[in-house]
């Protein structure tokens, strides 16, 4: 990563170089397509199941429950189309602060967004509420992308089971199931889907220093969905086209490495948060931080700083060594992306202190003289801005 210090791992990680190593035989040597017949193909199809089995083992689920998609945008909308879909006039419940991965491909059902209170934090009851006899899938995502803040998924899928029994006892037919998008959670909190009490989990692998364009969507045993790409029928039917035998040994090894490194991992770095946090409040006393700071991934610091403009600062803080965001790097690249972040917003943050908002996430490469450097950084960049502007 050059000379830069990289405070935005929520939006990439450096791929691990041990998940590199487990890559590289499919570029050459292991190349040939899974599905063909011949001893070689056999043997890469063999070598695919390993992949599956081992993100099996740390989802707690049947390698037969994990369905390998493109990234977690597409593991998402397999989620919420293939269950829409396939029950058609059905709805959706989603908390407001979902990734754009969800929340886009829900608008085009009847979606209930369910509010989030002034930590960002969505309240079961409030799932509970907006849940009706034509509801079919609720989607909470386990751990936000912009501010960290971890939701209650057990608690909501303890809630989901209670009105599937009471369905059941009133005859009513429409299923309903769980969905979490853990992509930012997968380096730090538990994933075993049958303690989270989830029906389909999603993860990412460039997010937990694997490649990029490569995910998981794990689906429960006997869970009907609707495929969103045809061909073939690969991946059980839910996901054609040729497997990327590569990226999938890849996903695997990384998923494998973050579950492993998780409980020392997570320690450091609530350690870092909390200097990180620390300096704010001591060197930017009119700092706010944005989200829950008990429930919370331990990389993630989210700040607003009053008056100041967050793209000013990420240019200024870049000129000083320092990559940070404002927020989602996917939000930011979309054509949605014409306000301040939707996230933010639920929040109950005005639109002035939305757009004077940064986020900073950490990941394995960040060290104590990282976390002084950054905050160092970006209070001489709101000092100049005030000199220079009592200076007109």
Not at 312 to 341: F, M, N, Q, V
Request: glycine fraction near 8%.
């Amino acid at each position: 990563m050059n000379d830069y210090i990289y405070m935005d791992h929520a939006a990439a990680t450096p791929m691990d170089g041990r998940v590199l190593t487990a890559m590289r035989p499919y570029f050459d040597d292991n190349f040939y397509n899974p599905s063909a017949s011949y001893a070689p193909a056999r043997a890469v199809a063999k070598e695919l199941l390993a992949a599956r089995v081992r993100v099996a083992h740390w989802l707690g689920s049947r390698p037969g429950e994990v369905v390998f998609t493109a990234g977690g945008t597409e593991a998402n909308n397999l989620a919420i189309h293939g269950v829409l879909r396939h029950y058609p006039g059905a709805n959706v419940v989603t908390s407001a602060i979902e990734h754009e991965a969800v929340l886009r491909p829900a608008e085009r059902y009847d979606n209930r967004a369910v509010a989030v209170d002034a930590q960002g934090i969505v309240q079961p009851a409030a799932v509970r509420a907006a849940i009706d006899d034509r509801t079919a899938l609720v989607s909470v995502m386990y751990a936000n992308n912009e501010i960290g803040t971890v939701q209650p998924i057990r608690d909501i899928a303890r809630i989901v089971a209670g009105i599937r029994e009471e369905r059941r006892a009133r005859g009513v037919a429409m299923p309903l199931y769980l969905h979490t998008d853990a992509c930012q959670a997968s380096p730090y909190l538990d994933l075993h889907a049958a303690r989270l009490g989830v029906d389909m989990l999603t993860i990412n692998g460039g997010k937990m220093y694997g490649p990029k364009q490569v995910g998981v969507l794990y689906v429960k045993a006997g869970l009907a969905l609707d495929p969103i790409i045809q061909g073939g029928g690969q991946e059980y039917g839910l996901r054609s086209g040729t497997e990327n035998v590569a990226a999938c040994a890849g996903l695997a090894r990384a998923l494998e490495l973050a579950q492993q490194a998780r409980p020392d991992e997570a320690r450091r770095l609530q350690q870092l948060q909390a200097l990180f946090i620390q300096l704010v409040r001591r060197q930017l006393p009119e700092a706010q931080i944005n989200g829950s700071l008990k429930k919370r991934l331990p990389n993630n610091i989210h700040i607003t700083l009053p008056g100041q403009d967050n793209e000013r600062l990420i240019l200024e803080l870049e000129s000083k060594g320092i990559l940070a965001a404002a927020g989602s790097a996917c939000s930011a690249a979309s054509a949605h992306a014409d306000g301040p972040s939707h996230v933010l917003r639920a929040l109950g943050l005005p639109d002035a202190d939305a757009r004077s908002s940064l986020r900073f996430t950490m990941g394995k490469s960040t060290v104590e003289s990282h976390v002084r450097r950054t905050v160092g950084a970006l209070q001489a960049c709101v000092s100049e801005y005030q000199v220079n502007r009592g200076s007109r």
